[in-house]
């Protein structure tokens, strides 16, 4: 079930004859939402690192024609993929961070604690790091910077000590289990299970999930034509922190009577649609409850 859906379709207001972008495909939600306001003659390219969900959505979307070209590749590469296609301007480009439900459900897969799998946690299978080899190589100083920074666990030092004392650990709910003993009871968290934070800052390593944001916005922006618009959904305060920064640190826009001036003649210059990051309403929570923790930012390139 995509997030955020029609707040998504609302800024970005597909239309014929425009071209978008799509980075996390996933189940396709967002993508054939766009394709079906932008028909006839809107074209859609996308990118998933999840072979899987490109192989169920090529099947899904093959009604769809040549109007929709996808891509075993990062987001990243949305240079490259547009140069391929010869489009050197976008209309719109939406990423839906993070990982899909289907994959978070899939035991093999190894994101979830609460399901016993391998410790896996590659959104690419042709990734050649997995979490076993950052759970089981890595220095204790480096757990503990990865547990701090992309965790924002405090209890880093402890859950740093405790891994390498258990290594080996194979499974995710072995590592649940380490973790959790890790933390004092006194201070394990009310609403979330205490091995969130290791397992959220884990992912995030082994999929380089921030600095692949980091590359990609500022190669997106450049893509987009004046008037397009770039949606961003992400689920935890560290990626909107990047999109945050990001929208504001090369908008430098003044209003003037109404008027947009810029103080820099060079370069993209965008403005935020929202003040403040979008989340879903309590109707949408209920339905989807992968939702809570959704942030949509979105802004419109001016010049
Ligand atoms: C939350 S899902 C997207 C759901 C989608 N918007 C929908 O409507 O079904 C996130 C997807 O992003 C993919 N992904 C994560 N990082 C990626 C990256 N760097 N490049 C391409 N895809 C990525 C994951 O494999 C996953 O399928």
Known sequence: MPVLLKEVIEVIAPASGKRYFDGTLGGGGHASAILDK???????????????SLLNISKKF?????RVYLFDQSYTAIDTVCNLLGWEALDGIILDLGISTIALDD???????????????????????DAYKV?????AGQLVRILYSYGEERFAPRIAKAITNARP???????????????????WPKNIHPATKTFQAIRIEVNKELSNLEEFLPKAVKLLCPG????????HSLEDRIVKQFFSGIKNLHTLRGLPISNEIDGPHLVSIFKKP???????????PRARSALLRAARRVS
């Open 135 to 139: 759970v089981n190589t890595y220095e």
């Open 278 to 288: 979008l989340k879903p309403g309590p109707d949408e929570v209920a339905l989807n």
């Open 169 to 187: 650990i194979k499974t995710t709910t072995e590592l649940a289990g380490v973790v959790s003993s890790a933390i004092p009871r006194r201070f």
């Open 107 to 129: 035991p093999d897969r190894g994101f979830s604690f609460l399901h016993e799998g391998p410790l896996d946690m590659r959104f690419s299978s042709d990734n050649s790091l």
């Open 38 to 52: 932008s028909s006839p003659e809107g074209f859609l390219a996308g990118t998933d690192l999840d072979k899987e």
């Open 62 to 66: 093959s009604t769809y024609g040549n």
């Open 228 to 235: 397009g618009v770039i949606a961003i959904i992400s689920f």
